[in-house]
Nanobody
Framework: QVQLVESGGGSVQAGGSLRLSCAAS?????MGWFRQAPGKERESVAR???????AVTDSVKGRFTVSKDNAKNILYLQMNSLKPEDTAMYYC???????????????????WGQGTQVTVSS
């Protein structure tokens, strides 16, 4: 049974930092972080391959860093200089295809965690 368990969310003031973790029950080549704020569509925040190729969305560039511990099957999202607009439920996702050529474009994030709430106050 696929399990993706997020942790590390919480409430912080603007300018603060949080580190999200996602513990996966199995190895996945392509993994990513998504977020959804109330009344808004879910958006991709970051994605990474086991080889370390990664990308983050423009709105978090220079502030968020995605990383992956392949030995432990853990995905991380280091979030610095947080802004109120970063407030959202953050979800971890995984693509079940271990042979995906690119994790940054054509992916199938069909496995999802339950999410962890991040709230940033001004």
């Amino acid at each position: 049974q696929v399990q993706l368990v997020e942790s590390g969310g919480g409430s912080v003031q603007a300018g603060g930092s949080l580190r999200l973790s996602c513990a996966a029950s199995d190895y996945y080549n392509c993994m990513g972080w998504f977020r959804q704020a109330p009344g808004k569509e879910r958006e991709s925040v970051a994605r990474i391959s086991s080889a370390g190729t990664s990308a983050v969305t423009d709105s978090v560039k220079g502030r968020f860093t995605v990383s992956k511990d392949n030995a432990k099957n853990i995905l991380y999202l280091q979030m610095n200089s947080l802004k109120p607009e970063d407030t959202a439920m953050y979800y971890c996702a995984a693509d079940p295809n271990p042979w995906r050529v690119s994790c940054l474009t054509k992916t199938d994030f069909s496995y999802w965690g339950q999410g962890t709430q991040v709230t940033v106050s001004s």
